[in-house]
């Protein structure tokens, strides 16, 4: 009878740990991505794209293309999944462009030289058209280039509080 408890308790453990190592890697799993979504910097980086794809117009169909159209279901139509991209893209872009109206008061409104500097050095690197480099960068603010990475380190940890909260501020207490 001990020997079939025994194994009885093994099996109840494995699987307990087994769940629990699932757990844990969906967590993992579910924290990189949100990590993805919250990338501040990789927004930046593609905020022309954005701009550009929320103000790129879809095709108009023709009666015919819309007869032919009225017969298949939406769900398989990927110009609605398209849509729905679009749609997305311009809340983001909206919201993004009021944040960084209100990043740019705060700096301009800093007594501070270095956070003064910090909007103007994002918009340089990621927001003007053209954009310019971080070498190029420092001499127009006519500092060293490490100093413009600080910038941009403290620059994008504040955007990330403006523009995800309370889960940008948890993401950053779980890396330190």
Not at 14 to 30: C, M, N, S, T
Not at 140 to 165: M, P
Request: proline share 2%; aromatic share 8%.
């Amino acid at each position: 009878m001990t020997e079939l408890t025994d194994e009885h308790i093994i099996k109840v453990a494995a699987r307990a740990g087994a769940l629990a190592f699932r757990d844990y890697q969906l967590k993992i799993k579910k924290s990189n991505y949100e990590k993805k979504c919250r990338n501040i910097k990789l927004i930046l980086e593609n905020y022309h794209y954005l701009e550009k794809h929320v103000n790129v117009d879809l095709p108009e169909l023709n009666a015919k293309d819309q007869e032919t159209v009225a017969v298949i279901p939406k769900w398989e139509l990927s110009v609605y999944a398209m849509l729905g991209f679009k749609a997305r893209s311009k809340l983001m872009i909206e919201y993004i462009n009021l944040v960084l109206k209100a990043y740019k008061e705060d700096c301009s409104y800093s007594t501070d030289e270095a956070v003064k500097r910090r909007y103007l050095v994002i918009k340089s690197l990621y927001l003007n058209n053209p954009t310019i480099n971080r070498e190029r960068c420092a001499e127009l603010f006519h500092v060293n280039h490490r100093t413009i990475d600080r910038d941009v380190t403290a620059s994008l940890q504040d955007l990330s509080v403006l523009l995800f909260g309370a889960d940008a501020i948890n993401d950053m207490s779980m890396m330190s």
